[in-house]
């Protein structure tokens, strides 16, 4: 992870706000043209990784320009998944409890389903490494032979 994650996770009040019941922000703006984001900070706006925008696009309250706003997951089917979770990151060997988020196995853009055997439950490190080894296996196929 860059230094500019540890950052702003920091920020955000480290690995104890997980369990103070804290939720995190983080604001990404992404561009409807381009699909490309960034983070608004004080020192200006930095580009975000396209693994860290497609894990955040898995569990997040998205805001479209009139204001209006809407989860990527219902709080019923979040709240179904972490509890069949346990409350722990789902990855294989992980088990952590704190920023925990929803990824979707298949994402919904690539005809996945908003239903629970759909949902994983992820730490933010595991969720993207998820989106970062799926971002590697895309550019491969471009990349490949043919």
Excluded at 74 to 103: D, T
Excluded at 105 to 128: D, F, S, T, Y
Excluded at 129 to 138: L, Q, T
Aim: positive net charge; proline residues 5%; charged residues 25%.
């Amino acid at each position: 992870m860059g230094n500019l994650e540890e950052a702003i996770l920091e920020g955000l009040g480290g690995a104890n706000a997980a369990r103070d019941g804290f939720v995190p922000l983080m604001v990404m703006l992404t561009c409807p043209a381009c699909d490309r984001a960034s983070w608004p900070t004080s020192r200006g706006e930095f580009n975000v990784p396209r693994p860290l925008l497609e894990a955040g696009y898995c569990d997040a309250v998205v805001e479209d320009a009139a204001g209006n706003r809407r989860r990527t997951v219902n709080s019923r089917l979040r709240r179904l998944a972490f509890q069949r979770a346990r409350y722990r990151c789902e990855a294989a060997g992980c088990g952590c409890a704190v920023f925990l988020q929803v990824h979707h196995i298949r994402p919904v853009a690539g005809a996945g389903q908003n239903k629970l055997e759909n949902l994983k439950v992820l730490c933010w490190r595991c969720h993207r490494g998820v989106h970062h080894e799926e971002d590697a296996a895309r550019e491969a196929i471009r990349n490949g032979p043919g």
